[in-house]
Every structure is written in structure tokens, then in C-alpha cells.
């Protein structure tokens, strides 16, 4: 027992084993053989390394977004002239990555809070003082009922901020239809932690003397950062008239895709324009609901002791500015990686032909024979004969 035991660890350790090939002669066995083989390399070189960059370890940017409105637009309205600059039209105003631009807006001037009579809009009828409920306050009202019906408008009476905003009527053409002539400058910087890698999208063919006079476009200024806000919402696929009247959501992406195995002048931003949502049909030709973007906000005054407020609700584009960064550098881990799972795809070539040699092809059975070699071996106690199969790999085709 002892010495069986010493024998099997010495052939384990001092022993070597080696599979027996065999030579297959078979012309279109070959044939498929090569031809995955060539498929296999031209997806390791072609997808995995050329097109994936699976040599290279990759890491995602962190950013930040400055903006900046400029333009003027005038406007003549029952005999009201007025100015409008970045301070007017501009929500919020700090140059955050997500703003409003506003392009068309209702003003209700001199409300104070009181009582009057609801919206003749069709939503708040009454036809007595039974169908208003005193201290309610209806989904689509403007304020708390008092329990009155008021008999001219139909509507009841609430306590509110007062006369009541009217918007059933959005002005058209748009108020600040020039806001499509107004500017956009975008500063952008990111950072490639893992390799320590800083760049801003201001590179270095951007100065200030190109600032000054650049107007981005995507073949002859792509890396200009100042864009026409018209240009924006006609390059994400909207109408910058229709989108003007409702108002509307952009989508801004800043794409950086950097192989810092080359310059890192070549790490550049790209530029693209996405409607988020705006003005449309549905398939049927028919209006989609809740189109556009607006919201409301007010300024507040005192007059003869009383607080009173010009309420506007603001129609605007509204502009999203997305950053998405990726850079990949050479690294041996996933370069080794990458050869590893690629050597081990090219057995799919063994198996294929393997499974034609003994299952397709007429000499099937010869090909067995070749394949399988059986050993008759006589154990000592018994003497009884028992026949052992060894299944021997092949070289499927040479």
C-alpha cells in the first residue's frame, strides 16, 4: 500500500502527459477549419482591439458646466416699449447646466389678494350657491370657494390673488420671437482621475481673439463654444417658431472620447443636439397632451399700503447640458485579457470539426477508429479482461 502510494505522487510529480494529434487529410474539413479560424482573429484584431480598445483601461470623467446668455430683444406692446436683456429672460441666472430661455410669456398686472369671480373657462361652472363649497379649493381652480355663485360669469366666487390670470390665449407670433438670434457660450472641464488628465473644451486652438468672432458650426467651427440659440433647437430636430410659442426641452451632449496613448491634443469635445420634448402629433395627426414647457413666477410690490404682485407665466426652451466622458489608456492586465479570451475562442474551430469528422462526414467511422484508441488491460485478481477507452484529441484539419 505504501509503496502504490509512493508511486502515485512520484508519476504525478515527475511525470509529464502529452495529448496525440492526428493528421486529417480532408480537404473541406480544412476549409472550415481556416475559415473559423480567420473569423476568430478578425474579431480579436478588428472588434476586440481596433474598434473596443480592449488593450486599454478606461475611465469616466468628472465635470463641470458654465454658461452664459448674451442678446437683446425689443418689444412695442399696446404702446409699452421695452428692453429685454440676459437679466430678464434668463431663469435661473447663476449659468447653471440646466436653464430656461424665456421666448414668449401671459402677464397678469396688479393682482392683489381678494375676492372675484373664477375663470369663465368652462372648468369651475355653477349654476347655484349649492355647487360652490365654501373653504374647498377645485383641482383645476385658481382658489378657495367662498359658497357663492356669481351669476355673471357663471363661475363661483374665490379668494385669491386677484383678477384671475387668464391664459387660454397664447400669444402668437411669439413675444421674443428674436430670441432665436440670441448666444450661448459654454465652458466646460473635466477630469480624467485614474490619469490625472485635465482638459477643458477650450483647447488649444481656442483663444480669445477666435472667441470673439466664432459662431459654432459642425464642419467648419466644431470646437467654437459660443452657438445661436436658433441653431440649437433647428439641430435637435424642432421648429424654432412653434417651439418659441409653447416652449420646449434641449438636450446639449458633450461627448469626450480620448485615446491618451496618443497626444493629448487629440482629446477634443464633440457636440450634439437632442429635443427632449416640444411640439408634436401623435401617429393619428392628433395633438399630444401638455405640450411644451412653462412655468410661472412673480414679482412683488407695494402700492397705497397694499401687497400686490405682476404675475407672468414664462413659455422658454428650456436647455439641458449633458457631459459624457471616456478615456482609455494601454494597460498589460487588459491587454492579456483580451489575447487570453481570444486564444480560447479559436477551440470553436476544434469542436466544429471535430463534430464533422465523426458525425457528418461518410468515413465517420474510420475517423472514429483514429480518434479513439482502445486498450484491452487484465487485472490481476480475476484475470478478466476489460477494455478501456482513451479518448485521444485531434487536430481537427491540417
Known amino acids: 500500500m505504501k509503496s502504490q502510494i509512493k508511486t502515485t505522487f512520484s508519476n504525478f510529480f515527475f511525470e509529464y502527459e502529452t495529448p496525440r494529434q492526428v493528421l486529417v487529410k480532408n480537404k473541406r474539413v480544412a476549409v472550415v477549419c ?41 418689444t412695442n406692446i399696446s404702446k409699452k416699449e421695452r428692453i429685454w436683456d440676459v437679466a430678464d429672460y434668463v431663469f435661473p441666472e447663476q449659468g447653471d447646466s440646466s436653464f430656461v430661455v424665456m421666448t414668449n410669456y401671459i402677464v397678469t398686472v396688479g393682482q392683489k389678494q381678494g375676492k372675484c369671480a373664477e375663470l369663465p373657462d368652462g372648468k369651475n361652472k355653477c349654476n347655484s350657491d349649492a355647487d360652490c363649497d365654501e373653504g374647498k379649493y377645485k383641482r383645476m381652480g385658481n382658489g378657495h370657494m367662498t359658497g357663492r355663485c356669481m351669476n355673471e360669469t357663471s363661475t363661483c366666487e374665490i379668494y385669491s390673488w386677484c383678477p384671475v390670470e387668464d391664459d387660454r390665449k397664447i400669444p402668437d407670433p411669439p413675444v421674443l420671437l428674436t430670441a432665436e438670434n440670441y448666444t450661448l457660450f459654454i465652458k466646460n472641464s473635466i477630469t480624467f482621475r485614474q490619469f490625472n488628465v485635465v482638459r477643458s473644451n477650450l483647447v488649444e486652438s481656442v ?9 459654432y458650426h459642425p464642419k467648419t467651427d466644431p470646437l467654437c463654444p459660443i452657438f445661436r440659440l436658433g441653431d440649437i433647437v433647428e439641430r435637435s430636430g424642432l421648429n424654432f417658431s412653434e417651439i418659441a410659442r409653447v416652449g420646449g426641452a434641449i438636450g446639449v451632449l458633450i461627448d469626450w472620447d480620448c485615446n491618451l496613448d496618443l497626444s493629448i491634443r487629440h482629446c477634443k469635445p464633440k457636440y450634439e443636439f437632442y429635443g427632449l420634448y416640444g411640439t408634436g402629433k401623435n401617429g393619428d395627426k392628433e395633438e399630444k397632451p401638455s405640450l411644451g414647457y412653462n412655468f410661472r413666477y412673480a414679482k412683488y410690490y407695494v ?10 407665466k414664462v413659455f422658454g426652451v428650456r436647455i ?40 457528418l462526414v461518410p468515413k465517420r467511422d474510420f475517423y472514429k477508429n483514429m480518434k479513439f484508441k482502445h486498450t484491452q488491460i487484465l487485472e490481476e485478481k480475476g484475470k478478466r479482461g476489460h477494455i478501456l477507452t482513451s479518448r485521444t484529441p485531434t487536430l481537427a484539419a491540417f
Open 320 to 359: 439641458d447640458i449633458i457631459v459624457h466622458g471616456r478615456a482609455g489608456k494601454f494597460d498589460i492586465i487588459p491587454t492579456l485579457t483580451a489575447i487570453g479570451s481570444g486564444v480560447g475562442i479559436f477551440g470553436v474551430a476544434t469542436v466544429v470539426c471535430d463534430m464533422l469528422l465523426l458525425y
Open 207 to 215: 483663444n480669445q481673439s477666435y472667441i470673439n468672432t466664432c459662431l
Open 303 to 312: 402700492e397705497d399700503a397694499v401687497e400686490k404682485r405682476t404675475l407672468m
Open 34 to 74: 481556416r475559415i473559423i479560424q480567420m473569423g476568430v482573429l478578425a474579431y480579436i484584431i478588428g472588434w476586440v482591439f481596433m474598434y473596443e480598445k480592449g488593450y486599454q483601461v478606461v475611465d469616466t470623467a468628472i465635470g463641470s458646466i458654465f454658461t452664459k446668455m448674451k442678446g437683446v430683444s425689443f
